[in-house]
T-cell receptor
Framework: NAGVTQTPKFRVLKTGQSMTLLCAQDMNHEYMYWYRQDPGMGLRLIHYSVGEGTTAKGEVPDGYNVSRLKKQNFLLGLESAAPSQTSVYFC??????????????FGSGTRLTVV | EDKVVQSPLSLVVHEGDTVTLNCSYEVTNFRSLLWYKQEKKAPTFLFMLTSSGIEKKSGRLSSILDKKELFSILNITATQTGDSAVYLCAVGTGNQFYFGTGTSLTVIP
C-alpha cells in the first residue's frame, strides 16, 4: 500500500543544473499536484493535472515544467535551477479534485537545495 | 484573488491549556475547508468541513465552520507535547486547495 511516492527525498543542485522530481501514485487517482513549501509561506501550488495528458499552472509555475504522460506519474522538472527554488516539494493526489472526504494524499516530500 | 489567512502565526502554551486556531478565507466557488497537522513531514489530515455550524470532533480536537463569516476554528483541549506541530488550513474550490501559512503550536511540559 504505497500511496504517493516521491523520488528523490533529498537533492543538492548547483545553480543552472537541471533535474526531474518523480511522483508516483498507485491509487488510480485522476488529480495530481505539485506544491512547494517555504518557511512562513505555507504550501503553494506549482502545477497540477486533472487527468492523464493534462497539466495546468498553479500559483507559482515560473521556472518549472511538468508532464503527466501516464496516469500514475506526475513529473516536475527544473530546467535551470536557481537558489530561489530551494524548498521542500510535496506531491499530492486525489480522485476527484477537492470533492473528497479526506483531502489529498501527500507524498513524503523532497528537500531540494540549490547552491 | 483567492486567499486563506491563519492566525496566530505561532503559539506557545503549557500542557493542559486549551488553544483556538483561526482560519479565514476569501475564495470563489468554496467547496470545503480542511485542517491538517504537519510535524516535519507531509501534512496529515484532521478534518474536512463543508457545512456551517456542524462541529467535527476527534478526541481532544474539534473544528467548526462559519460560511457566512468565512472562517473556521480548530480547538485543542488539554494540550499535550505531542500536539506540537504546524496546523494548516486549506480551502477547496473544485480543482485545488488553497493553503494558509499555518499556525506553529509549541506545547511545553
Amino acid at each position: 500500500n504505497a500511496g504517493v511516492t516521491q523520488t528523490p527525498k533529498f537533492r543538492v543542485l548547483k545553480t543552472g543544473q537541471s533535474m526531474t522530481l518523480l511522483c508516483a501514485q498507485d491509487m488510480n487517482h485522476e488529480y495530481m499536484y505539485w506544491y512547494r513549501q517555504d518557511p512562513g509561506m505555507g504550501l503553494r501550488l506549482i502545477h497540477y493535472s486533472v487527468g492523464e495528458g493534462t497539466t495546468a499552472k498553479g500559483e507559482v509555475p515560473d521556472g518549472y515544467n511538468v508532464s503527466r504522460l501516464k496516469k500514475q506519474n506526475f513529473l516536475l522538472g527544473l530546467e535551470s535551477a536557481a537558489p530561489s527554488q530551494t524548498s521542500v516539494y510535496f506531491c499530492a493526489s486525489s480522485q476527484t479534485g477537492t470533492d473528497v472526504n479526506y483531502g489529498y494524499t501527500f507524498g513524503s516530500g523532497t528537500r531540494l537545495t540549490v547552491v | 484573488e483567492d486567499k486563506v489567512v491563519q492566525s496566530p502565526l505561532s503559539l506557545v502554551v503549557h500542557e493542559g491549556d486549551t488553544v483556538t486556531l483561526n482560519c479565514s478565507y476569501e475564495v470563489t466557488n468554496f467547496r470545503s475547508l480542511l485542517w491538517y497537522k504537519q510535524e516535519k513531514k507531509a501534512p496529515t489530515f484532521l478534518f474536512m468541513l463543508t457545512s456551517s455550524g456542524i462541529e467535527k470532533k476527534s478526541g481532544r480536537l474539534s473544528s467548526i465552520l462559519d460560511k457566512k463569516e468565512l472562517f473556521s476554528i480548530l480547538n485543542i483541549t488539554a494540550t499535550q507535547t505531542g500536539d506540537s506541530a504546524v496546523y494548516l488550513c486549506a480551502v477547496g474550490t473544485g480543482n485545488q486547495f488553497y493553503f494558509g501559512t499555518g499556525t506553529s503550536l509549541t506545547v511545553i511540559p
